[in-house]
């Protein structure tokens, strides 16, 4: 934003024929367009707040959309359109995705201003879309490991070695036994018994129930322990 400001106010025009109005209508766009991805940005904030009251998350997140757009634009979710009042008909309809999933569409209505054209820029509608397909896929694994955390039952009955916290690692990464056995050049026996272990100081029974403990319990981090094996 800021090169192209500076291009629209440094270039130059012959004598008598500038063209102050596009000039200074190109700069207010600029300057409006630079305060919309501000306000849009400020939906990144919105994730721990979305994750922690649940489907009233959702509701206020639609809210907050409407509202920092100054209701140019609207977030209407597939669940939401049997029973929601589209207020007009948009300018603009963004599916609003993340990965193979479509969580609905961003609505932008058209520019009251000027005829046939959106309210909203539309690098800021696209922004506006891609941040929301982020905080509702973030919101969706959310949900989903709570769901599965409500059926977990589990107990720390003690701390692991740093063999059986390499093996969990693995076991979490995804890697089977086989797999973990090449990985710390171990018999797959031995591997055996390290799960075994590790089930009984986490008070689970099976591999699946292992990883949701040590998550819950942050006794592991994807994003902090990838560089650990590199194979």
């Given at each position: 934003?800021?090169t ?6 440094m270039?130059?025009f012959p004598?008598?024929s ?8 190109s700069i207010?766009s ?5 305060y919309?991805?501000q306000?849009?940005?400020k939906?990144?904030s919105?994730?721990q ?6 489907f009233?998350?959702i509701?206020?997140l ?9 209701e140019?634009?609207?977030?209407l979710l597939?669940?939401q ?6 207020p007009?008909?948009p300018c ?6 993340f990965?193979?999933?479509?969580y ?6 058209f ?7 959106p309210?909203?820029?539309?690098a ?15 919101f969706?694994?959310s949900?989903f ?12 009955h003690?701390?692991l070695?740093?063999?059986e916290?390499?093996?969990l ?11 973990i056995a ?8 031995t ?6 272990h ?5 008070g689970v029974?099976?591999?699946h129930?292992a ?6 319990i942050?006794?592991f ?7 650990l094996?590199?194979?």
């Amino acid at each position: 934003m800021n090169t192209q400001f500076n291009v629209i106010q440094m270039k130059k025009f012959p004598v008598g024929s500038t063209p102050v109005k596009p000039l200074r209508e190109s700069i207010e766009s600029a300057d409006f367009s630079l305060y919309d991805i501000q306000q849009v940005t400020k939906l990144l904030s919105f994730a721990q707040v979305l994750c922690e009251k649940g489907f009233d998350g959702i509701e206020q997140l639609c809210n907050e959309v409407q509202y920092i757009t100054q209701e140019r634009a609207y977030l209407l979710l597939n669940r939401q359109r049997t029973r929601v009042q589209v207020p007009s008909v948009p300018c603009l309809s963004i599916p609003v995705q993340f990965g193979q999933s479509t969580y609905g569409t961003l609505c932008v209505d058209f520019d009251p201003h000027r005829a046939e054209e959106p309210a909203l820029p539309m690098a800021v509608a696209q922004l506006l879309t891609q941040v929301c397909g982020w905080l509702l896929h973030t919101f969706e694994q959310s949900a989903f490991l709570q769901g599965q955390y409500k059926k977990l039952e589990y107990y720390v009955h003690g701390s692991l070695t740093r063999r059986e916290h390499e093996v969990l690692m693995l076991l979490c990464r995804g890697y089977n036994r086989r797999e973990i056995a090449d990985i710390l050049c171990i018999a797959l026996a031995t591997v055996g018994k390290h799960l075994q272990h590790i089930y009984e100081q986490l008070g689970v029974h099976s591999e699946h129930d292992a990883i949701l403990a040590a998550y819950q319990i942050g006794l592991f981090s994807l994003v902090n322990q990838r560089e650990l094996f590199e194979v």
